[in-house]
């Protein structure tokens, strides 16, 4: 699979370490940035890089880093057809995936250590969607919302 991968200032460290990692489990990484660490930056300006990368289908997938991972989620999932996932234990990683066909993970590597992010980076990056009934009709529903006239 191709990564688009994008971290602000505060994940840094963390996007460098796991762009190592999805490297060698055999994946392409598109690095967007942030490439300065120590110039001011804005978490948004990669949340839509990444999510860009997605949409377009430049990448199969996304993960993003800022310091606690909030604020990218927030800003990743205002995107239509962009479904992030805030998560920093292996199961919500896979079942991201798996139930919800979630495609961009986003870490805070303030809040995870490295060890974990690797973990979860690798369960997000080894499942895939169910398929199943209950999941797809889930999953309609949600692309519905992002229809509605309420988003």
Do not use: W
């Not at 505060?10 to 994946?27: C, N, P, R, T």
């Not at 940035?33 to 930056?41: A, I, L, Q, V, W």
């Not at 205002?78 to 990683?93: E, N, T, V």
């Not at 169910?130 to 529903?141: A, I, N």
Request: overall charge negative; glycine content about 12%; charged content about 25%.
């Amino acid at each position: 699979m191709k990564i688009s991968i994008g971290a602000d200032h505060a994940g840094y460290e963390m996007k460098s370490m796991l762009i190592e990692q999805v490297k060698k489990l055999g994946h392409t990484v598109h690095d967007v940035g942030t490439f300065e660490p120590g110039k001011p930056d804005d978490y948004p300006d990669y949340a839509i890089l990444v999510a860009q990368d997605v949409l377009s289908g430049a990448s199969d997938r996304g993960i993003l880093v800022c310091g606690s991972g909030v604020g990218v989620s927030v800003a990743a999932n205002k995107f239509k057809g962009i479904r992030a996932g805030l998560c920093h234990d292996h199961y919500s990683a896979h079942q991201g995936v798996e139930h919800d066909d979630m495609n961009v993970l986003v870490l805070g590597s303030r809040i995870i250590g490295p060890m974990m992010a690797q973990d979860v980076a690798e369960a997000f990056l080894n499942a895939k969607f169910s398929g199943e009934e209950r999941h797809v009709r889930r999953l309609q529903k949600v692309k519905g919302i992002e229809q509605s006239e309420l988003r």
